[in-house]
């Protein structure tokens, strides 16, 4: 009778896999980017193509003692890849929830999604992520109210404005020093001081963050419990309410 066994090779190449961290790998999406741009007149079959070559020619591989067969698409084994070319909206969006996602988690290194996002700004304009959602949001919008998270441009909020004349902005704020502290022992993404203070920086000089927040129409001070940040939003949803409700009577 014959008996299937696993070798110790097999079983060591094994425990390293399953062992490996998951992350996200913004590898090929940089040499994709840096194709499209050196060859912004080509037709897209061409850019494609001359993409598909770098990527084979210029990806980083592992090679393990025990494989026989040698190759993959990242050098991380169980690393997902990021295709910019498969819309930069949505990848731009889920990177915050990656790690937590209820199912396919992928860990985020910091650096690769200042990375990302900046380039995507370079090369598509700093309101690029509102450009490409607008479509979606009208469509959510003819249904009723939409909240949308997470404004990262100035120009993000022109755009949206100009196109949604009712547009109410919310920056929610707290103390700098309770800030810091509440990232550090945040479960997933936590930072250190330094690490937040340089994360700050970039987004204010290299994404224009600020603007939205100095120009929103409401500020929710998050100093305190949930209990009361739920009780300070009911308070603010009904000014806005209100506000709309006088508009209409007139």
Wanted: with cysteine; glycine share 4%; hydrophobic share 35%.
């Amino acid at each position: 009778m014959n008996c299937l066994y696993q070798t110790k090779r097999i079983s060591d190449l094994k425990e390293k896999m399953l062992s490996s961290k998951r992350y996200a790998s913004i590898e090929q999406a940089r040499i994709i980017t840096r194709v499209y741009q050196e060859n912004e007149k080509l037709s897209l079959p061409k850019k494609r193509a001359l993409s598909l070559k770098a990527a084979l020619e210029e990806l980083e591989i592992s090679v393990e003692d025990e494989e026989l067969i040698v190759g993959n698409r990242t050098k991380g084994v169980r690393y997902g890849v990021v295709f910019p070319e498969s819309g930069c909206s949505w990848i731009n969006q889920e990177f915050e929830t990656l790690p937590t996602r209820p199912q396919d988690q992928f860990l985020v290194k910091e650096e690769d999604i200042k990375e990302f996002r900046e380039k995507i700004r370079k090369e598509h304009g700093m309101g690029v992520v509102a450009k490409l959602l607008l479509p979606k949001i009208k469509k959510l919008y003819s249904e009723g109210n939409v909240i949308l998270d997470g404004l990262y441009s100035w120009d993000e909020y022109k755009i949206l404005k100009e196109e949604f004349k009712d547009l109410v902005v919310i920056a929610i704020v707290c103390d700098k020093k309770l800030r810091y502290d509440r990232i550090s022992k945040r479960k997933e993404r936590a930072f250190n001081k330094e690490e937040i203070i340089r994360r700050d920086v970039t987004e204010i000089e290299n994404s224009a963050k600020g603007g939205p927040i100095a120009y929103a129409d409401y500020y929710l001070l998050n100093n305190g419990s949930m209990e009361k940040y739920e009780e300070d939003l009911a308070k603010i949803k009904c000014l806005i309410e209100g506000v709309d409700k006088n508009e209409k009577d007139d």
